[in-house]
């Protein structure tokens, strides 16, 4: 059985009309751009209160607004994920340069989370093919080891930050290092006889939920 094969996922969907479908995918330049712009300006504001806030008012006050401006940011991926979708503007063009202006601003790669959003609507829920929605999985505190590391691995990556984590897989007697690493770390493949996988690929070694 090839392990790498697509899941097959039958879907359960919701009766509803055509009409009212239509109606919930209604699109508007005018209202995109109220409602986009907006949020900019919103972002404008708070950020730009906190930036002058800073050295002229008490510090509990600027410390209020970086939390407030850090709250209205919290929502570009909602954005990101409109237009990406291209449900916000009727104008296509203004979807996808929104779109990038938002995650330029967010330091999101769009083009990134567009593949990874089609795997996620494909796969909704079934890992290791959608890595957007997990469900939640029960972290044991009471099985963590804490380590000394006592043998070094100097060398062993091109990034010398990432030494740290190979010495403590040595000193935890590992048997995986997952990663998402894939510049550095994942390229190892393999060190000292502890596995390095990625995610998708670890959670391909665990025997199926019955």
Not at 150 to 161: D, I, L, M, Q, V
């Amino acid at each position: 059985m090839n392990e790498n094969r697509p899941q097959v996922v039958t879907w359960y969907r919701t009766p509803l009309q055509t009409s009212v479908l239509k109606d919930l995918h209604g699109r508007s330049d005018l209202l995109g751009l109220i409602q986009t712009l907006g949020y900019l300006s919103v972002l404008a504001l708070t950020g730009g209160t906190a930036l002058f806030a800073a050295g002229r008012w008490p510090w509990p006050v600027v410390v209020g607004l970086v939390f407030l401006h850090g709250m209205v940011s919290s929502f570009y991926i909602n954005g990101i994920h409109e237009l990406g979708h291209g449900t916000v503007f009727r104008t296509k063009w203004l979807n996808r340069f929104f779109d990038r202006v938002l995650s330029f601003f967010s330091w999101t790669n769009c083009d990134l989370f567009e593949v990874s959003h089609v795997r996620h609507h494909q796969y909704t829920l079934h890992p290791p093919d959608d890595l957007e929605a997990v469900l939640p999985i029960k972290i044991l505190t009471d099985a963590a080891t804490l380590v000394f590391p006592a043998e070094r691995a100097r060398g062993a990556t091109p990034y010398p930050n990432d030494e740290m984590i190979l010495e403590s897989a040595i000193a935890g007697e590992v048997d995986v290092i997952v990663s998402g690493d894939k510049k550095h770390l994942l390229p190892l493949r393999k060190f000292q006889g502890i596995l390095i996988l990625s995610p998708a690929d670890f959670l391909r070694t665990l025997p199926a939920a019955s």
